[in-house]
């Protein structure tokens, strides 16, 4: 509502007697004048011919100067009309155009879409538009004389109340702030108040408030502000970080979580100088190598490595990053860094496990296998015996024949070699060790598995056969562990053929590098076979098809082959039988955590 309105009424004409114009007075008063005087002329005395001529005269210049002047006084008379008239046309084209102003002005104060409110040094309404009071479910006149406070929630009352009051300490300065209103109905909306205080000419104190609706933008960064909460407490829960990295110019941006991780204070970026610097030094060479290859051919990576915090612990991570390209044409990469320490830790832990219970399986296969090693032992031990028999007698000859009793020692030494190697063995799968990596021949491996299984396989009628691919490439593996599964895989093809009495019993052990580059180690049966519903199971822990099995021998097995990077599988045979295989990498690259 308008603080005052102008009104104009339109100009009216009162009808007025009509009245002699001046000219038209200083006319009738010559034609008095003139007649005056030629009555004088006639009545009156007779005066001289010339008298009489030169009084007509000055009449008759007297009426021409009253003629002269009356058209002189009748210019001007009919030019002040006619400015009168147009000044009084000007008038009311002022007042037309200031009242289609005013309401122009009055149309847009009511219904313009942003709420406008006056206010006093008290507070109290003085004019609110059409749209504001509308917008808060009001009449104008509810509004009207009302505390402005009354469309505040209770809790900011106190903060409009020290916005208004500066406002009226600083005149003609612009004061603006976000802040919940109620509406009638009770519901609220968010608005951003620009408000300014001046003074009128009556010397009051008013502030001028214009309000804008801001309650779906507060929706929005609400939302935001809720999502970014729920993405901070996911990887603050995840021990997930996420990170930018623009390579043109080295800048990275990191989550505050990545700040976490990583043990430094949060600033809006950091340089690769600086993360490298917290990289344990083993592993920041391969770490730069990543980085620098990544730079140059912009394509997702993934890499592990170890971080040495400043108190000395060490943590492991996990980053894999995402290769976009920004509107600028520049390469950037967007990744996430996992906090893996507890998992490896974890994986660790789980790994000594593995050990103690592959330690004891090795221990109870080869108690199991008992005999077969006693037999591999006495062969040797008993070459031993009658070569040094053989020897004594060369030498009590009458001519003792030395030549016979160097070979009958050299026999002796080569047997007693052999027994010991197969006392080594024993004695490498007994132990408890850790795992060692190193290069390994597969072939040399199998073949030293072969040695003690002989007995085994003779008593049970198995023929073996060997299909060794030579010179295979070495493989990176650890030899104990690599020959446990051999050996594991080949006594479940014994016992798988134990009930087979219809054909020969054999068993092939077969190498091959594939054409992935691996090293391919088969082990075949041709025994009972596996049905397809166990074959699923075969590798899960406690699981077994033998009646007094502990069902942990081929779970230990896949985990060892897993732990090389392989991957152990059964498969049914086309004819009779069953064929377990495992791969081998040739070498071990550089892996995530």
Not at 71 to 99: D, N, P
Not at 179 to 184: E, F, S, T, V, Y
Not at 191 to 208: C, H, M, T, Y
Request: proline share 3%.
């Amino acid at each position: 509502m308008l603080d005052s309105q102008v009104l104009v009424l339109p100009m009216m004409r009162i009808p007025t007697k009509k009245s002699w114009s001046a000219e038209q007075w200083l006319l009738g008063g010559m034609a008095l004048a003139l007649a005056a005087t030629c009555i004088g002329l006639l009545l009156g005395p007779q005066p001289a011919a010339s008298a009489h001529l030169i009084a007509l005269a000055l009449l008759i210049a007297s009426l021409a100067a009253a003629l002269l002047m009356m058209g002189v006084v009748g210019r001007t008379h009919r030019q002040m009309e006619a400015m009168s008239r147009g000044r009084a046309s000007g008038e009311e084209r002022a007042i037309e155009a200031l009242r289609n102003s005013e309401a122009q002005w009055k149309e847009a104060f009511e219904h313009n879409p942003v709420m406008y409110f006056m206010v006093d040094a008290m507070g109290l309404v003085l004019s609110v538009n059409t749209f504001g009071a509308a917008q808060l479910g009001y009449t104008v006149d509810e509004l009207l004389g009302q505390s402005v406070l009354r469309v505040f929630a209770a809790e900011d009352r106190e903060m409009v109340q020290r916005n208004v009051a500066a406002c009226l300490e600083n005149i003609g300065q612009t004061h603006n702030w976000e802040i919940r209103k109620i509406r009638k109905d009770g519901s609220r909306l968010w608005v951003r108040e620009n408000a300014k205080a001046v003074r009128r000419q009556d010397d009051r104190l008013i502030v001028l408030i214009a309000c804008e609706d801001i309650t779906e933008r507060k929706r929005a960064e609400n939302a935001l502000q809720q999502s970014e909460m729920y993405l901070s407490e996911a990887q603050r829960l995840s021990h997930t970080g996420s990170f930018g990295w623009h390579v043109a110019s080295g800048e990275v941006i990191w989550s505050e979580e990545t700040f976490r991780i990583f043990g430094f204070d949060r600033a809006p970026s950091i340089k690769h100088a600086t993360v490298l610097q917290r990289i344990h030094p083993d592993d920041r060479a391969r770490v730069q190598r990543t980085i620098d290859s990544a730079s140059l051919d912009g394509k997702d990576f993934e890499h592990g490595y170890r971080l040495l915090m400043p108190d000395g612990a060490i943590k492991y991570v996990h980053a894999r990053a995402h290769a976009v390209t920004a509107p600028s044409g520049d390469t950037e990469f967007i990744g996430a860094v996992t906090d893996v320490t507890a998992r490896k830790r974890a994986e660790a832990e789980l790994h000594e496990a593995q050990t103690n219970l592959a330690h004891v399986t090795r221990v109870t296969a080869l108690g199991e296998l008992a005999a077969s090693i006693a037999h591999e032992v006495n062969q040797p031990l008993a070459a031993v015996v009658a070569n040094a028999a053989a020897c004594l007698r060369w030498l009590n000859r009458a001519a003792p024949d030395l030549n016979e009793a160097r070979g009958a020692v050299r026999s002796i030494i080569s047997d007693g070699n052999r027994a010991g190697e197969v006392i080594q063995r024993v004695r490498a799968l007994v132990n408890k060790t850790t795992g060692q990596m190193a290069p390994l021949d597969t072939n040399e491996a199998i073949n030293q598995v072969i040695g003690l299984l002989q007995h085994e396989l003779q008593s049970h009628l198995v023929s073996l056969q060997l299909d060794l691919a030579p010179a295979l490439p070495p493989v990176v593996a650890d030899r104990v562990q690599l020959q446990q599964v051999i050996l594991n895989l080949v006594v479940n093809g014994i016992e798988a053929m134990q009930p087979v009495t219809d054909r020969p019993r054999e068993l092939v052990i077969r190498t091959h590098q594939d054409d992935a580059g691996q090293i391919l180690v088969t082990v075949t049966d041709c025994g009972v076979g596996v049905a397809t519903e166990d074959a699923e199971r075969l590798f899960d822990a406690f699981y077994t098809t033998k009646a007094s099995g502990m069902g942990m021998g081929l779970s230990i097995c896949r985990s060892i082959v897993e732990a090389h990077r392989g991957r152990l599988s059964v498969s049914r045979n086309i004819g009779p039988g069953t064929t377990f295989q495992f791969t081998l990498p040739l070498h071990q690259e550089d892996h995530a955590w």
